[in-house]
C-alpha cells in the first residue's frame, strides 16, 4: 500500500528527525520532513534520505523544528514509515544523546543512530513487526519465580557503605574498596533494592571478558528477574533483542560494556560502573565518548544513584571524591572499604632489583626472570599452588635483527616493528596487521643468522618451560584466544589446575577470580615509568594493584601469597606505593605532579586529530586549523588559560601508510573549552575541505583524551 503524499494533505506536520550524518558532512543530522500524522518525539521512522532509505527518530516536535531557514513544505519529503511496535524513546534518553553530541563534538546524527543497536538501522517496518512478535512469544513464558539465593552476612565495611548508599543524596558514589573487599557484593544489594521498588539496574564491566562471570553471579542471585547483556560479542539479532526487553521495560538488569550506557531504560534506579578507572570505558574511535563520564551525568539528569566502583580509581574521580579541604571538588562521596573478605591481606609485594641481581651475574646480563624469582615460582610448582607472570607485550619476541647488516624486521606500511610470532613462524605488524612467514636469511644480506631482540609472552612462556622441567607452563593472552571459546577453555583449565605458571598479558591481571594463584610476577614493568604519556603511572599503578589482587584470593593461601617486581628502579615512588598498597598516597604524588604541570583533572583537554597522506599534510592542516581559530583563542576569557600546542606527529605516526599527527588543546576551564570547541568546528570543517586537496584523509576532535 502507498501511503498519500502528505504534502496534499492539509493535515500534514512537520517533524524535525535525526538521520546518520557524519560531522564531515556538515549536516548536524535533525532533517525537516512531513507526516501526515503528528509523531511523538522518541519515535523511529524509516525516511528517504538522498537515495537510499534510513532509520531515523524523531526529535523535535513540529513547532520547534529547523534551525536553519524552513524549507517550502513543497520541497519536504515524507516519512516513509513508522517502526510501530516500540515505545517512543523516552526523553531522558534523548537528552544524554543530545550532551553526548554536543559534548563530544559529533553530529547529532552520527550519535543518536551509533548507539542504537546496529541491526535496529536495518530493518523495516515488516522485519521489525517480525523480530517483536518472535521476542513477545518468548517473554509469554514467565520466568519462574525462585527463592532467592542465601545472602552471605554483609562484613561491617559492607554495611556501612549501604547505609551511606541508603541515606541517598544526590551525589555519585564512589566506592574505593581493595580487590576482594566485596564491593560486587554491595552492587548487588543495591541492585535487590532498585529492583525491589520496581526499577531497572544498569550495571557497567569494562570488558566482555568480565561479563559471564558478573553475569552468572548475578543470575544467581536474582533468579526469577529478566537479565540481559549488552555488548559488542553478541549476534546483531541478540543486541536487538536485549535493546528492546530493555526498551520496553521487561528487563529488569541490563548488564553490560561501555555501549551499554546508552541504553533506554523508563524505569531507571542504579548505575554501577564497575572498575571504573578503566580505559576501556572510553571509546577509542568514531565518537570517543567516556561511558564512565556518561553514566555520571545520567545518573544526574535521570536522578538516581550512580556507584563507581575501583580499587584504583582514575585520578579524575580520586580528586572528585576528596573534599574541598583536601584539594578536590568534593563532587562525589567516597566510601572505603579497605579490608579483604575474609581478613585475608593482599600478597606481600617483593621488589626485585635487577641491579642487584647484575652483581650476582657477575655483571651478565640477568636473565629473563631472575633465579630468586625462578625459585619462588619452583616452590609454588612443588607445592602444588599456581604462580601468574605478567608481561604486557605479546608474541615471541618485538623485532628480528640482523647483526651482520642491522637490518631490523620492520613494516613497510607503519613506523613500527613486526613482531615475531614463532608459533606460526611470521613477522606480524600489530597496527597494520600486515604478516609474512619469518624471512630464512636477512632479506637484505643473506645473512642466515637472524636473532630475535627482546621478548614477548611467547618467547617467556618458552623460557620458563624450559627453566622449569616438570612444571606445566600455560599462556593467555589475544594470540591463544583469538578463537571462539578459547580464552573460556584457557581460563577453565587453569580453574581445574591443570596449569602451573599461567604467562599472561594484562588480559588477565582483570577481575578473575583465581583461587590456586599464590604468586603474581610483573616481569619487565619500568617502561611505563618513563612514558611520555601522563597517564601511564596511574595505569600501571592500577594494573599492578589488580594482578596483585588475582593472588591469595583464598584466605587459607593468602598469607604466603606474594607479589613480584622485577625492576631497576625498585626505589621508584611507584612502586614504593605500591609495596605499602597506599593508592591514596600514589593519588596524592600524582594530583600535584598533575597540577603543576597543569594537567587534567586540573585542566581540561581535546585533541584535534589529523591523518594525511604525508605527514606535511596532516600536520599542515592542524597548523592551519590552529591559525583559523586565533580569534577564538583570543576571545576566551584569560584567566581561563585556552591553549594551543603545536602540531605532532603521534607516537607510532605512521599506521597503513596513513601518516598521523595531533595538537593538544589545554584549557583550565571545562566551559570554556566547550564553548571554543563548538565554535571552531565550523571552522575547521572549513578548512579541512581545502586541506583534502593537499592530502589530508581525515580529521576529528577528541575531548578528554585518554592516550597522548
Ligand atoms: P570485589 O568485587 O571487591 O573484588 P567480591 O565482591 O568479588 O570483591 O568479593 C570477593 C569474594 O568474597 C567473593 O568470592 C564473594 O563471594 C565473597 N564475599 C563478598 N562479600 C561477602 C560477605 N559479606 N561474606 C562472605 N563472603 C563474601
Ligand atoms: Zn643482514
Ligand atoms: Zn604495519
Known amino acids: 500500500m502507498t501511503a498519500p503524499d502528505p504534502r496534499l494533505d492539509e493535515a500534514a506536520v512537520r517533524l524535525g528527525v535525526v538521520v546518520e550524518a557524519p560531522q564531515h558532512s556538515g549536516l548536524w543530522g535533525v532533517l525537516d520532513y512531513l507526516s501526515a500524522v503528528p509523531l511523538p518525539p522518541g519515535t523511529l521512522v524509516r525516511v528517504p534520505l538522498g537515495r537510499r532509505v534510513v532509520t531515523g527518530v524523531v526529535w523535535t516536535l513540529p513547532s520547534a523544528s529547523g534551525e536553519a531557514p524552513a524549507m517550502a513544505v513543497e520541497d519536504l519529503k515524507a516519512v516513509i514509515e513508522v517502526l510501530e511496535g516500540l515505545p517512543a524513546l523516552p526523553p531522558a534518553w534523548r537528552q544524554l544523546v543530545g550532551f553526548a553530541a554536543a559534548y563530544y563534538q559529533r553530529s547529532l546524527g552520527e550519535m543518536a543512530l551509533m548507539v542504537l543497536p546496529p541491526e535496529l538501522r536495518q530493518v523495516d517496518a515488516v522485519q521489525l513487526q517480525r523480530r517483536l512478535k518472535r521476542l513477545d512469544k518468548a517473554l509469554a513464558s514467565p520466568e519462574e519465580h525462585r527463592a532467592g539465593a542465601t545472602l552471605p552476612e554483609l562484613s561491617a565495611q559492607q554495611a556501612q557503605a549501604l547505609s551511606a548508599l541508603g541515606a541517598g543524596g544526590a551525589r555519585p558514589f564512589l566506592l574505593w574498596g581493595s580487590t576482594g573487599s566485596g564491593k560486587t557484593e554491595v552492587y548487588l544489594r543495591e541492585a535487590q533494592r532498585a529492583l525491589d521498588a520496581g526499577q531497572q539496574v544498569l550495571m557497567m564491566v569494562p570488558e566482555i571478558n568480565l561479563t559471564p562471570q558478573l ?94 566502583g575501583s580499587a584504583t580509581p582514575s585520578l579524575e574521580s580520586w580528586h572528585n571524591a576528596l573534599p574541598g579541604a583536601e584539594g578536590g571538588t568534593g563532587r562525589y562521596l567516597r566510601l572505603d572499604m579497605p579490608e579483604r573478605i575474609g581478613g585475608g591481606d593482599m600478597p606481600r609485594v617483593r621488589l626485585l632489583d635487577q641491579n642487584h641481581v647484575l652483581k650476582a651475574t657477575m655483571g651478565q646480563e640477568p636473565p629473563p626472570v631472575s633465579r630468586p624469582l625462578l625459585d619462588a615460582i619452583a616452590q609454588r610448582v612443588e607445592r602444588g599452588e599456581q604462580s601468574l607472570v605478567l608481561l604486557n607485550r605479546r608474541g615471541y619476541a618485538p623485532v628480528l635483527h640482523c647483526s651482520d647488516c642491522g637490518w631490523k624486521s620492520g613494516c613497510p606500511h607503519c613506523s613500527a616493528w613486526r613482531v615475531f610470532h614463532k608459533a606460526d613462524r611470521t613477522l606480524r605488524c600489530h597496527h597494520c596487521g600486515f604478516s609474512e612467514r619469518v624471512p630464512r636469511a636477512c632479506p637484505d644480506c643473506g645473512n642466515q643468522d ?11 612462556e618458552e623460557q620458563l618451560a624450559a627453566a622449569l622441567p616438570g612444571a606445566r607452563v600455560g599462556r593467555i593472552d589475544a594470540d591463544v584466544t583469538k578463537h571462539k571459546g578459547a580464552l573460556e577453555a584457557q581460563l577453565a583449565s587453569v580453574h581445574a589446575g591443570e596449569v602451573d605458571v599461567l604467562v599472561g598479558t594484562q588480559m588477565v591481571a582483570k577481575g578473575h577470580d583465581f583461587r590456586r594463584i599464590t604468586l603474581v610476577a610483573a616481569v619487565n614493568p619500568d617502561a611505563a615509568l618513563f612514558a611520555s604519556d601522563f597517564r601511564a603511572a596511574e595505569r600501571q599503578f592500577a594494573l599492578l594493584l589488580q594482578a596483585a589482587g588475582r593472588a591469595g584470593r583464598d584466605a587459607d593461601v593468602a598469607g604466603h601469597s606474594e607479589m613480584w617486581v622485577q625492576t631497576w628502579h625498585a626505589s621508584h615512588p611507584l612502586y614504593q606505593a605500591l609495596q605499602r598498597y597506599d593508592f591514596a598516597a600514589f593519588a596524592t604524588r600524582q594530583l600535584q605532579e598533575r597540577q603543576m604541570a597543569g594537567l587534567p583533572p586540573y585542566a581540561s583537554l581535546a585533541m584535534l586529530r589529523a591523518e594525511g597522506k604525508t605527514q606535511e599534510a596532516a600536520q599542515g592542516f592542524l597548523e592551519a586549523a590552529a591559525t583559523a581559530v586565533q580569534d577564538l583563542v583570543a576571545q576566551a576569557p584569560e584567566a581561563a588559560g585556552l591553549m594551543l600546542y603545536p602540531a605532532v606527529p603521534t607516537p607510532v605516526q605512521r599506521v597503513a601508510n596513513v601518516e598521523r599527527a595531533q595538537l593538544m588543546i589545554e584549557c583550565g576551564q571545562r566551559a570554556v573549552l566547550q564553548r571554543f570547541l563548538s565554535a571552531a568546528q565550523s571552522v575547521w570543517l572549513a578548512q579541512a575541505q581545502q586541506h583534502r586537496r593537499s592530502g589530508l584523509i581525515r580529521w576529528a576532535v577528541d575531548v578528554d583524551p585518554l592516550a597522548i
Open 215 to 308: 553475569e552468572a553471579r548475578v543470575a544467581e542471585r536474582f533468579a526469577g528477574r529478566r537479565i540481559v547483556s549488552l555488548h559488542s560479542g553478541l549476534t546483531p539479532a541478540q543486541r536487538l533483542r536485549n535493546w528492546v526487553m530493555a526498551l520496553q521495560g521487561h528487563a529488569d538488569l541490563v548488564l553490560g560494556t561501555r555501549l551499554s550506557v546508552f541504553t533506554p531504560l523508563p524505569r531507571l534506579g542504579l548505575i554501577v560502573v564497575d572498575e571504573e578507572h578503566d580505559p576501556s570505558y572510553k571509546q577509542q574511535d568514531g565518537a570517543r565518548y567516556s561511558a564512565r563520564d556518561l553514566a555520571v551525568y545520567r545518573a544526574h539528569l535521570e536522578k538516581v544513584p550512580v556507584i563507581l
Open 450 to 460: 637472524i636473532q630475535p631482540v627482546g621478548r614477548g609472552t611467547e618467547r617467556l
